[in-house]
């Protein structure tokens, strides 16, 4: 069984300084894992997804990820917050059934 | 990747009453996914919608409290039966579009409140 597990509930950060948004997966197969971004009142966006290539995934607007198997973690990093980075992220895990299981949202304030 | 069109974006109902959500997709899926979005929380999946064959729904999720259909590989609908207003939710039709570039669809939601 899958399941998903992000470690803060809300992250708050100063504008230009970095991102950690934690997540920790638990799969009895070799997972597809993926970070989903949702804005206020809109739908949700692929940031980016990793399915078993290159351990760190760079997705969309600066954003990126690093596997470690050993520590069953999928991280979402950023260099430098951004205004428009404000808003709920998703670390999501997908076993060979296709069924995406979700963590439970952190929602990133950014501060100006 | 594909492009999922959904409707209506937002309905207020009565309760008792039942609503019917639609996806359409811009190319042909094997499964298409429903998901609920309870208000502040994370998304859960109702159930998976094979073409030619039953729904496979979630613990919890009931065919009597929301049928699918799934008429053909490019067209689902969810129905919200006897709506009370613990059905309040956001719900997403999602397909798998993955490709190496590109992950799980999701449409732009319904925004359901019942009153």
């Known amino acids: 069984a899958q399941s998903v597990t992000q470690l803060d509930s809300h992250v708050s950060v100063s504008e230009g300084t970095p991102v950690l948004l934690r997540c920790n997966y638990s799969?009895?197969?070799?997972?597809?894992l993926f970070w989903y971004v949702q804005h206020p009142n809109k739908g949700l966006q692929l940031l980016l997804k990793?399915?078993?290539?290159?351990?760190l995934v760079k997705g969309i607007n600066g954003f990126e990820a690093e596997f470690k198997k050993s520590e069953t973690s999928f991280h979402l990093t950023k260099p430098s917050a951004h205004m428009s980075d404000a808003a709920e992220y998703f670390c999501v895990v997908s076993g060979y059934t296709g069924k995406l299981i979700f963590g439970q949202g952190t929602t990133l304030q950014v501060k100006p | 990747s594909a492009v999922i069109s959904q409707k209506p974006s937002r309905d207020i109902c009565q309760r008792g009453t039942s609503l019917t959500i639609q996806c359409q997709v811009d190319?042909?899926?094997?499964?298409m996914f429903w998901y609920r979005q309870q208000p502040g929380q994370s998304l859960t999946l109702i159930a998976t919608a094979n073409q030619g064959s039953e729904a496979t729904y979630e613990s919890g999720f009931v065919i009597d409290k929301f049928p699918i259909s799934r008429p053909n590989l490019t067209f689902s609908t969810l129905t919200v039966s006897n709506m009370s207003p613990e059905d309040s939710s956001i719900y997403l039709c999602?397909?798998?579009?993955?490709?190496?570039?590109?992950?799980?669809?999701f449409g732009s939601g319904t925004r359901l409140t019942v009153v």
């Open positions: 990793y399915t078993s290539a290159a351990t």
């Open positions: 999602s397909v798998d579009g993955s490709t190496e570039n590109y992950g799980y669809t």
């Open positions: 190319s042909q899926v094997t499964m």
């Open positions: 799969s009895s197969y070799s997972p597809s």
